[in-house]
């Protein structure tokens, strides 16, 4: 496999989570890739198949960002490859989120994601500023 090949599963995978198209999310995810995260939340559909990440298996009251990306503005990620090998492709990408009191989220984050027998297979989000996003998510709305 190519960086070219990793670099097309990864940002296909961006392009089907912008578009909220859990087919295809489905056909790139590996059967047995994994999430890990750390304190922020991801939308349940993001992952296919019933996986979800234990930090949302333990804590079930922390919201997802779904509802907090209702228009394309702020589900849209500008993801841009910034290093790739064949196994691993490395994405600055923006995080963004509005909530009902109309305040905005819109940090880069950068990731670590993993390809394997030609499926998305790892993904690792590091979060520039994870305080901002908890607060951001925790917030009373």
């Known amino acids: 496999m190519s960086r070219t090949t990793s670099t097309d599963i990864v940002m296909a995978a961006f392009a089907a ?5 859990e087919r295809r999310l489905a056909e790139l995810y590996h059967p047995q890739g994994r999430v890990p995260l750390a304190a922020v939340p991801v939308p349940r559909w993001v992952l296919p198949r019933g996986r979800r990440p234990a930090s949302q298996r333990q804590d079930r009251l922390r919201p997802g960002l779904g509802p907090l990306q209702p228009t394309r503005r ?3 990620m500008d993801p841009g490859v910034v290093a790739a ?3 691993e492709v490395v994405v600055l ?3 963004r989120g509005v909530r009902p009191d109309s305040q905005r ?9 993993g390809v394997r027998d030609r499926m998305f297979a790892r993904a690792q989000m590091f979060y520039f500023d994870t305080t901002a996003v908890l607060r951001f998510l925790q917030q009373p709305q």
Do not use: A, I, N, S
Request: charged content about 50%; glycine content about 4%.
């Open 17 to 21: 989570v912008e578009r909220r198209d």
């Open 74 to 76: 702020e589900r849209r």
């Open 85 to 87: 090998t064949d196994k």
């Open 105 to 113: 989220l819109d940090m880069d984050t950068l990731g670590l994601y």
């Open 93 to 95: 990408w923006h995080q």
